[in-house]
């Protein structure tokens, strides 16, 4: 049973396009979500990410979108660079738990220049 | 300001034998998670510790693997008996508490298992 669901898989873009990765989960007492990207030989790094009592969070070039109602979120990294060529893993927690982290599958991106 | 520090970074050991991991959290860190990473399975939970007790150990298997925290410097995951499918990626993270999703990951061991 995969709690976390991320797609696509994999997904190219071009320098200066916007990339958007997807993610759901199905646990209603999840209410943290952090993602996470990891490049080759190294350990994932926190990027971004939000509570469930907000529906937006931005840093810079990144962007979570929060739909509670539909347990889905989403990344869009603004004016992708090569440099953001890296995995990035989706992943949840609640509070009312163990805190313990579940993260996705991850999708890989590539930046073509 | 070092980060997680994990050995070794690779690992070849033949089936049966013992492999010993070792994680060094970041100092002041009460947190330390264990996980174990593959391409098939993904980014597995496998324990936790907080302030050296154990937390949850819900992700681990439970014959063959072990993990202990004998101080606040230093974490330890064993795994006996090794088998081909205990290939990966073990990664430990740390944490300032672990009421929080801010883990910091070390760059992981990575355990082959000939």
């Known amino acids: 049973q995969q709690q976390v669901r991320q797609s696509p898989q994999s997904l190219t873009v071009w320098e200066g396009e916007t990339a958007i990765l997807n993610c759901s989960y199905e646990n209603s007492a999840f209410d943290y979500f952090p993602w996470y990207q990891q490049f080759p030989g190294e350990g994932p790094a926190l990027l971004i990410s939000?509570?469930?009592?907000?529906d937006k969070k931005e840093d810079g070039r990144f962007t979570i979108f929060f739909n509670k109602r539909e347990k889905k979120l989403s990344l869009h990294i603004a004016d992708s660079q090569p440099g953001d060529s890296a995995t990035y893993f989706c992943a949840a927690s609640s509070s009312s738990g163990s805190w313990q982290l579940i993260f996705g599958s991850g999708t890989q991106l590539t930046v073509m220049p | 300001n070092a980060g997680v520090i994990q050995t070794p970074r690779h690992k070849v050991t033949g089936k049966g034998q013992e492999a010993t991991l070792w994680c060094e959290p970041i100092?002041?860190?009460?947190?330390v998670f264990w996980y174990r990473q593959t391409i098939v399975q993904g980014l597995e939970f496998l324990t936790y510790f907080r302030n050296q007790a154990p937390i949850d150990d819900s992700g681990m298997p439970k014959e063959r693997f072990s993990a202990q925290m004998p101080n606040q410097s230093h974490s330890t995951l064993k795994i006996q008996s090794t088998q081909p499918q205990d290939s990966a990626v073990y990664l430990c993270?740390?944490?300032?508490?672990?009421?929080?999703?801010?883990?910091?990951f070390g760059e992981g061991s990575k355990l082959t298992v000939l």
């Open positions: 939000i509570l469930s009592v907000s």
């Open positions: 993270a740390s944490s300032q508490t672990s009421n929080t999703g801010q883990l910091y």
């Open positions: 100092s002041g860190h009460s947190a």
